[in-house]
């Protein structure tokens, strides 16, 4: 499982040398929000300074009831004492595979860590295909046939995970497939882990993003966090929301259990400053108004080059990702450059161009995929002021730095799609 | 697994409860270091707001060269690349159970959540007897033997977890002992875990703590964190230094995969502060230096106490516990309160005293010890000004709430010692 850790490190090594020698660069490997954080929440953080004590192993109350307030402001009325805080909400998801045990159906694609994590848990992960442009969420029907046939085969599958909005593919699936997936978890006695971090990122406000827990309440735990909304991915902080029956009861009695011996409590200031976010007062209703506004801007251009290129892109929808498929070229990227599979072509683009993706492979797809996940949001700019202005701007490809960016791309796609490259990398020096 | 923490949850939850009545309590169950902040520490958290990007898995540079740093100065060269920072030490210490696998040697009694990782981690905790005043390390000679039955029942040993100085019985094992048990850990092939979160907090400046690393430096990791020396358990964050041979390295890659999947980093302004903190700046020095003498003059009283009343208790070296033995009223006990077990004397002194402690049984010895964890921290105040005056306190124990509380731990201990027991808890509504 350290696979995927190797290939983002190798991404962001490989980009600051040739950063450092001066040759161009195209970071898109590392999926990071990329923006200043606010300062009301430097000040609720400076505030919280003075929360030393453990406290409470599923956090402090004042977060448990702002999370619950989230969720109720998104139609899932929410027990606080059913919500759990974790030190992101990755090690929350950790703790829920380890605490359902047994094997996890999971989204292909779908972020690494969810089948990494089920597999040192001692589980396997069960790959479903999505359907096209619903994204994060297994396509139903093949999912019921998989766990059918893995049961058949003497495996215990307990639990199915989404993504909703979806990384890596940036889409929102809708109501009819997940209300599906829903359906077909209840069936199967499947909980359902909907991670849900980039709810609030939706690129279009109008785009409604459904829960499973809207459609199977009784066995769906939701995960959010502030990494994604309000790029505090560092400050590491998660909330999980669990099923308000007697099956929810018994999983936040295992979750506490395993929390308290692996990471205790999450950061105390950090929580009392996420008590303060989740609340939502207007400036951080801004902030993620203007982040989404951005991310959807960004990600819309570069998706819109790949497309001009010859890429086969579907429209993302939310967060700062997509999700191109270079098949069409399959013929000619053997030919000209001997890549005849998802990591050659992305080990191609950053060896010759700098452009740094992480090939389909790190997500859960077959190595011959000629997809990769592309990050947008490492394009706002290289300092705190570039990516305050991006932020602020009202059209933010027209700013210089991502201007060039954005043109750089199409010349890098133009150039590995012609019949003879140039090998601009060459011409860079 | 989750009792450890239901026990300890249940005796806070008790003690809450009884001072909201009215009624006397005598808060000794939770291992916190119960101090302020350091202002230079708020500061330093403050300045570091800005850290939001996920940073290294292994932590910042600064931080891991500040820990180099440390540990340079307490005799053991460290290289920064060969450190790795989490959200605390008990996270790591999970990582690294996770990575080497198999079964795991650790002492009796020892910090409950050795043998809870163990588990959680599919492997069995192997529990080795400690010899007299030389708690957290297994009794050497025992630990051969146990490991070669265990190896020649199948089972795989692969590890051996020492705790210096010691949680739970606050002593710190000799040179001798620590030296031998290197030597053991190298005839049979074990990594050493070296758990030092207590190093600094030796109440005497003349004892020298000493680390397996000195002597099987090829072997041992050592594991510590800013929860004890500065209190800041609540703000997360602690740092192990790897052997620096190949097995290190390898055991260091596994780690980082392994971190990547369950936390990513640790949260980044506590990095920040970390790292000035472990930079030992003179007022960082000086706290610790004013906190040693404030557990030692409070963990000494208390063994007073019960040593006056009848227990027999080995002097506490360093930290904050004390763990008395009740065994000589073995049969008083039974006669007088009906209580035949370590869980029955705690909970009886919960009950009727709103004493908290924790049975021997939590730190992985038998149910018939009449042992007990005394944590004695909680004492030095329930609100900030009366812990910022204990710590400034030439003499502590003369301060009027803790004198309070070691005279009623006197009234209760002669009450359940004595032939006709007083019931004092009827006494105080």
Redesign the interface.
């Known amino acids: ?2 696979i ?2 190797s290939a983002t490190l190798a991404v962001n090594e490989a980009i600051t040398l040739r950063r450092r020698q001066g040759l161009p660069v195209l970071p898109m490997g590392f999926g ?1 929000a990329g923006l ?2 606010h300062p009301v ?2 000040d609720a ?2 505030t919280g ?7 409470p ?1 599923a956090g402090l109350r004042e977060l448990r009831e702002a999370a619950a307030g989230y969720w109720e402001r998104r139609g899932l009325s929410t027990d606080p004492d059913l919500v759990v805080a974790g ?2 909400s ?2 929350l998801l ?1 703790a829920l595979v ?1 605490a359902i045990g047994g094997d996890i159906a999971v989204a292909a694609p779908s972020w690494v ?1 969810y089948a ?2 089920t597999q ?1 848990a ?1 589980g396997r992960p069960l790959l479903v295909p999505t359907l096209p442009a619903q994204g994060g969420v297994p396509d139903p029907e093949l999912l019921a046939r998989a766990v059918a046939e893995a049961r058949a085969a003497g495996r215990q599958v307990r639990a199915v995970i989404t993504t909703c909005p979806d990384n890596p593919t940036g889409t929102v699936a809708s109501r009819d497939t997940v209300r599906r997936l829903a359906e077909v978890a209840r069936d199967l006695d499947l909980v359902v882990i909907s991670d849900e971090i980039y709810r609030d990122l939706v690129h279009d406000p109008a785009t409604v993003v459904h829960s499973p827990a809207e459609f199977a309440p009784e066995r769906t735990v939701v995960t959010t966090g502030l990494s994604k909304n309000l ?6 902080i998660g909330v999980a929301r669990l099923p308000h029956d007697e099956r929810g009861r018994l999983l936040h ?2 979750l ?3 929390a ?11 929580q009392r400053a996420a008590a303060y976010a989740f609340g939502e007062p207007p400036e951080i209703v801004d902030l993620i108004d203007r982040s989404r506004r951005l991310h959807g801007a960004v990600a819309h251009a570069v998706a819109d080059r790949f497309r001009a290129a010859g890429a086969t892109v579907v429209a993302p929808q939310a967060a700062f990702y997509l999700y191109p498929d270079f098949g069409a070229w399959r013929e000619r990227l053997a030919a000209e450059h001997g890549v005849t599979s998802g990591p050659d072509l992305t080990r191609m683009l950053l060896d010759r161009y700098g452009m740094g993706v992480l090939p389909a492979v790190e997500f859960g797809e077959s190595a011959d995929a000629l997809r990769m996940r592309v990050a947008t949001s490492l394009l706002y700019g290289e300092t ?1 002021a570039q990516r305050a202005s991006a932020l602020a701007a009202e059209d933010p490809v027209a700013l210089p730095w991502i201007r060039a960016h954005l043109d750089r791309l199409s010349e890098v796609l133009d150039d590995v799609g012609s019949e003879q490259p140039t090998a601009l990398h060459a011409m860079a020096g």
């Open positions: 499982m350290p995927a850790v990071e200043p954080v929440m430097r953080l400076s300074g003075d929360q030393n004590g453990y406290g192993v030190p992101g990755k090690p950790y380890l860590s990494a994590q040192l001692g790029a505090l991915g560092g400050w590491r009695g295992d506490l259990g395993i308290s011996e692996i990471w205790s409590s999450p950061s105390g200031p950090v705190e």
